[in-house]
Nanobody, 118 residues
Framework: QVQLVESGGGLVQAGGSLRLSCAAS????????MGWYRQAPGKQRELVAV????????NYKDSVRARFTISRDNTENTVYLQMNSLKPEDTAVYYC???????????WGQGTQVTVSS
């Protein structure tokens, strides 16, 4: 089992920045990748960014690639999402994800609200 606890959401004006954190605990050695997803009202959950456990491989949703940065601190078992130049369309609940490839199990955090005002 893996437990994920997110923090860092909030309300920000367009053009502002936020940093989300996701602390993992439990069987962290089983994790293959960690990432961030988001879900806006009335829309499907979508991938925002993902990072490999060694931190060398990352992938981003095209619309955030130039503005968001995913990183990890293995000493703290924490993944971060630095979000800059935020836009109203970034408003959503952001969920941390940990994927265990060998079992094809996905773990999710409780979600943190990000609201960008225009």
């Amino acid at each position: 089992q893996v437990q994920l606890v997110e923090s860092g959401g909030g309300l920000v004006q367009a053009g502002g920045s936020l940093r989300l954190s996701c602390a993992a605990s439990g069987n962290i050695f089983s994790i293959t990748t960690m990432g961030w997803y988001r879900q806006a009202p009335g829309k499907q959950r979508e991938l925002v960014a993902v990072i490999s456990m060694d931190g060398h491989a990352t992938n981003y949703k095209d619309s955030v690639r130039a503005r968001f940065t995913i990183s990890r601190d293995n000493t703290e078992n924490t993944v971060y999402l630095q979000m800059n130049s935020l836009k109203p369309e970034d408003t959503a609940v952001y969920y941390c994800n940990a994927m265990v490839q060998i079992s094809q199990v996905n773990y999710w955090g409780q979600g943190t609200q990000v609201t960008v005002s225009s």
